[in-house]
């Protein structure tokens, strides 16, 4: 299962939902991250979980 699918994100188009949104109601900041960025970072972060789960399951 690819990690966008497991936050629940249909697609895209929800991340640039949520971030122009939120970039009209920004405090403190704006995103400044792609949707595409968003979820390359989201993949990275899940497999380096995954590693980790691996290496400690023994």
């Known amino acids: 299962m690819a990690p966008h699918e497991l936050l629940k994100i249909d697609d895209r ?3 640039y939902r949520f971030v122009g949104h939120w970039n009209r109601n920004a405090e ?3 995103w400044n991250a ?5 979820i390359a970072e989201v993949e990275h972060l899940h497999r380096d979980f995954k590693a980790l789960l691996a290496n400690n399951s023994g």
């Open 34 to 38: 792609t949707a595409d960025e968003i």
């Open 13 to 15: 188009e929800t991340i």
């Open 28 to 30: 403190p900041f704006d």
